[in-house]
Structure formats: C-alpha cells, structure tokens
C-alpha cells in the first residue's frame, strides 16, 4: 500500500500544478540549447538544489511531521524560503507545497497533516513543497530515505518535462538524460545524509539558475510562470 502511495505521489497526473514552472529553465533556453546543456542544467539541479538545499531540508522535516514538531518546521520552511534569492521561486515552492499538502489530506486523511494544514492557514509556515513532500510521504509510512529519492525524481522529472516543451530534446535524449540523473541520485542522497549528520548547515549556491529564475519575469513571452 505504501509503494502504490508513494507511486500516487510521484505521478505527473498528480495535482502539485508543477506543469505551470520551469524554475528558469525557460529563461536559461538562450545559453542551454541541447542536450548536453540540459545535462550540466540537471546536475546543478541534483547537486545543489536538491543535494544541499531541499533533500536536507526534506530529511530533517521528515522526522519532524511524525513528531508534530511544527516549531522545528517552521524554522525549516522559513530557513528553505530565505535560501530562495528568487522571489519567484519562493512563491511558487509555496504555492506547490500548499497544494500538496491540502490534495493529499483530503486523499489520505491524517490528523497530522490536518493540523500542519490547520497551521498553514493560519500563516505558521507554508510549506514549501519539500516540507509539505515530507509530511505526505512520513504520514503515509513511506521510509525517510526513499522520500529523499522519491523527490529527487519528481523534481527531475519535471524539469525534463519543461525541458521537451522548451528546447528541441526528442524524448528518447531527454528520458537519457534523466536516466543518467537518476543513476547518480544515490549517491547524492548519502552524501547529504553523512552532512547532516556532521550538522551541516542549509546551504544554497547556484547563481546561474538563480539569475535565470529572477529574469523569467522580463522574458517577452513565456510558456511558464518562472
């Protein structure tokens, strides 16, 4: 039951509204033009973003939401959101991470989502979507380590997925590309284990993906939100 949870979870049919962001993929399309670019735009995703950022922070929320210690989320999801230079950005993990946490409540109802819902209404914390990916997979008994991993994909994934409609990637060269990934997302995943369990800090230094977040705005037209 879990396994098909977690499978719910990580489909693209799922509700989250990611379809709607690129997190600057499209305004980077001018420098990144073909696989190979996608590739380098992806490892940066794997091994920053999500390697040092939103996989740590998912990590530690996950123990957090089985305790209902809403004190330590809230310092993550204020932690995580600083983190963001773009403005963007930070509304739009919001806005994802508000939807997942209210869909899969209303699917899989848990009284401790329905009081991290309850909290978010009441402007406690967000949360952003790794956090709220968090509480969806803690709640429904899915292990810590595979939550990191499961996210991982979705995040992946979807970038592949804005990357078909932006560039001219065929399907089989971007599905290779998110093989190659995901190959490596093991490995990415014990890293930020082993820092955090050295007390590494949060820490966020992409600069190219950031400035390509925040200009999205000033792009003539757009096919995405950021």
């Known amino acids: 039951m879990n396994d098909l949870r977690l499978l719910h979870l990580c489909d693209s049919l799922f509700p989250l509204g990611g379809f709607a962001y690129s997190d600057g993929l499209e305004a980077a399309t001018t420098t990144v033009v073909d696989v190979d670019g996608l590739g380098d735009w992806i490892d940066v995703c794997l091994d920053e973003t999500i390697g040092r950022l939103e996989g740590p922070g998912l990590w530690r929320a996950w123990p ?3 305790d209902r210690d809403w004190d330590a989320i ?3 999801d204020e932690e995580l959101t600083a983190l963001r230079p773009s403005a963007s950005a ?3 993990s919001r806005a994802m991470g508000q939807r997942l946490l209210t869909t899969w409540l209303a699917l899989y109802p848990d009284a401790r989502l329905a009081e991290a819902a309850t909290l ?3 402007g406690r914390f967000g ?3 790794c956090l709220a990916f968090a509480g969806a997979c803690g709640c429904a008994g ?3 380590r595979r939550s990191v991993e499961a996210f991982a994909y979705t995040r992946l994934a979807a970038t592949v997925s804005a990357a078909m409609r932006l560039m001219p990637i065929g399907q089989a060269d971007a599905h290779a590309c998110l093989a190659r990934a995901l190959d490596r997302v093991p ?3 014990d890293a930020l284990i082993v820092r955090d369990g050295e007390g590494a800090r949060l820490e966020s230094f992409a600069p190219a993906m950031d400035l390509a977040a925040m200009t999205q705005q000033y792009l ?5 939100r950021s």
């Open 142 to 144: 899915i292990e810590r």
């Open 127 to 129: 949360p952003v979507l």
């Open 120 to 122: 978010s209404r009441r």
């Open 90 to 92: 930070r509304r739009s």
């Open 64 to 66: 957090a939401f089985r």
């Open 187 to 189: 490995a990415v995943v």
């Open 220 to 224: 003539h037209s757009r096919l995405f």
């Open 74 to 76: 809230a310092a993550l």
